[in-house]
């Protein structure tokens, strides 16, 4: 077994009237897809942040290399080699790809300090091209998916010839394909070398891509193992202090009357001739390929798109939704694909 390349050591963290990291451990290698694993507030986030130099920790200690180190802020974790790939993008829609991958580190002309342009848009191509990723160095950002927008931040990481590199729930927003695509590039980068910090709720991921696991459970270190050696129910015991068939019971709901009813539902282009009936006490899955029609169905139910025809009835009345406060003051709420860019406005 090689030497550890991060180690954690009773990491403490305290915010006002909480304790928000406990005596954490971690111990990361190089060439190795390490899950960190846990519930929401068990601690995940709080750690990738005084790794990347956000937080400071108040107790224990951080080795990288074998050395006590301790970051002022993030642009002192990736000098250090310690990259991060959040689940929202951070990127700047605005500005190219060559742009965004190297805010912050650009490539200059020597002696004259100049920002070297060429440079810099023939690097970011290799890249990419690294990557077998099919994106210009000059697109903008705004005309990326959420998918290639997490492949140019893992382009950004390189670029920082970073040797950590975290990803925080990559696949959220990706469809199947475009995960293969990601799990191409994780085994590149373990095979490469780099140390993969891997976080995810999903235990396909973990056993597919991971070679080991450590869990958090309310700030505190519960274990760690490897994934060959562990089951998900054993891992599922050591996130929630019980096991799988008593976190998630069968229970038998009655199903009551048709809530929402739509028949018919087209927009040219897009979809055509979409019916279905959504009850009481029931959740309805939508499923499908990326460009299948799912987000423009819902976009149209909610009046952001225009149906070109077909009928929406609540409660059995049909009702017309021509824009958004329309479907609210029918009781309709609605959770877009990109939070940043349409669920929030991140300047208030």
Same mark, same amino acid.
């Given at each position: =077994?090689?030497?550890p390349l991060l180690e954690v050591k009773q990491l403490t963290k305290y915010f006002p009237g909480i304790k928000?990291? %406990?005596?954490?451990?971690? &111990?990361?290698?190089?060439?190795?897809?390490?899950?960190?694993?846990?519930?929401?507030?068990?601690?995940?986030?709080?750690?990738?942040?005084?790794?990347?130099?956000?937080?400071?920790? &108040?107790?224990?200690?951080? !080795?990288?290399?074998?050395?006590?180190?301790? +970051?002022?802020?993030? @642009?002192?974790?990736?000098?250090?080699?310690?990259?991060? @790939?959040?689940?929202?993008?951070?990127? +700047?829609?605005?500005?190219?790809?060559?742009?965004?991958?190297? =805010?912050?580190?650009?490539? *200059?002309?020597?002696? *004259?300090?100049?920002? %070297?342009?060429?440079? =810099?848009? &023939?690097? &970011?191509?290799?890249?990419?091209?690294?990557?077998? #990723?099919?994106?210009?160095?000059?697109?903008?950002?705004?005309?990326?998916?959420?998918?290639?927008?997490? =492949?140019?931040?893992?382009?950004?990481?390189?670029?920082?010839?970073?040797?950590?590199?975290?990803?925080?729930?990559? *696949?959220?927003?990706?469809s199947l394909r475009e995960v293969e695509d990601l799990y191409k590039i994780v085994r590149r980068l373990k095979?490469?070398?780099?140390?993969?910090?891997?976080?995810?709720?999903?235990?396909?991921?973990?056993?597919?891509?991971?070679?080991?696991?450590?869990?958090?459970?309310?700030?505190?270190?519960?274990?760690?193992?490897?994934?060959?050696?562990?089951?998900? %129910?054993?891992?599922v015991r050591m996130m929630v202090g019980r096991s799988l068939d008593q976190m998630y019971p069968k229970r038998?709901?009655?199903?009551?009357?048709?809530? !929402?009813?739509?028949?018919?539902?087209?927009?040219?282009?897009?979809?055509?001739?979409?019916?279905?009936?959504?009850?009481?006490?029931?959740?309805?899955?939508?499923?499908?390929?990326?460009?299948?029609?799912?987000?423009?169905?819902?976009?149209?139910?909610?009046?952001?798109?225009?149906? $070109? $025809?077909?009928?929406?009835? #609540?409660?059995?009345?049909?009702?017309?939704?021509?824009?958004?406060?329309?479907?609210?003051?029918?009781?309709?709420?609605?959770?877009?694909?990109?939070?940043?860019?349409?669920?929030?406005?991140?300047?208030?």
């Amino acid at each position: =077994m090689s030497q550890p390349l991060l180690e954690v050591k009773q990491l403490t963290k305290y915010f006002p009237g909480i304790k928000a990291l %406990d005596g954490v451990h971690l &111990t990361i290698r190089s060439g190795e897809v390490h899950a960190l694993i846990g519930e929401n507030g068990a601690g995940k986030s709080t750690l990738v942040k005084i790794l990347t130099g956000v937080y400071f920790p &108040t107790q224990g200690e951080v !080795l990288y290399e074998g050395n006590p180190i301790s +970051f002022r802020n993030a @642009i002192d974790a990736q000098k250090a080699g310690i990259a991060a @790939i959040h689940q929202e993008a951070s990127m +700047f829609p605005e500005l190219s790809v060559t742009e965004n991958i190297y =805010m912050g580190h650009h490539l *200059t002309h020597p002696g *004259t300090g100049r920002i %070297d342009w060429r440079k =810099m848009r &023939t690097e &970011t191509q290799k890249l990419l091209d690294e990557l077998e #990723l099919d994106i210009d160095s000059n697109t903008l950002v705004k005309n990326l998916g959420v998918a290639q927008r997490h =492949m140019v931040e893992i382009a950004k990481a390189l670029s920082l010839h970073a040797k950590v590199v975290i990803m925080d729930e990559p *696949t959220s927003a990706l469809s199947l394909r475009e995960v293969e695509d990601l799990y191409k590039i994780v085994r590149r980068l373990k095979a490469d070398g780099k140390a993969i910090i891997f976080i995810s709720h999903k235990f396909d991921e973990i056993f597919e891509i991971c070679d080991c696991y450590t869990v958090l459970r309310d700030g505190r270190y519960i274990g760690e193992g490897k994934v060959s050696e562990a089951s998900v %129910d054993s891992i599922v015991r050591m996130m929630v202090g019980r096991s799988l068939d008593q976190m998630y019971p069968k229970r038998n709901v009655p199903t009551g009357r048709s809530i !929402l009813s739509v028949k018919g539902l087209s927009q040219l282009g897009y979809f055509s001739n979409i019916s279905f009936n959504l009850h009481e006490g029931e959740i309805l899955g939508f499923f499908g390929l990326v460009g299948a029609g799912r987000s423009e169905v819902m976009r149209t139910i909610f009046g952001v798109d225009r149906k $070109t $025809t077909g009928t929406i009835s #609540l409660d059995g009345k049909e009702i017309d939704i021509h824009c958004p406060s329309d479907a609210m003051a029918h009781g309709m709420a609605f959770v877009p694909e990109d939070r940043q860019e349409q669920g929030v406005i991140l300047a208030m």
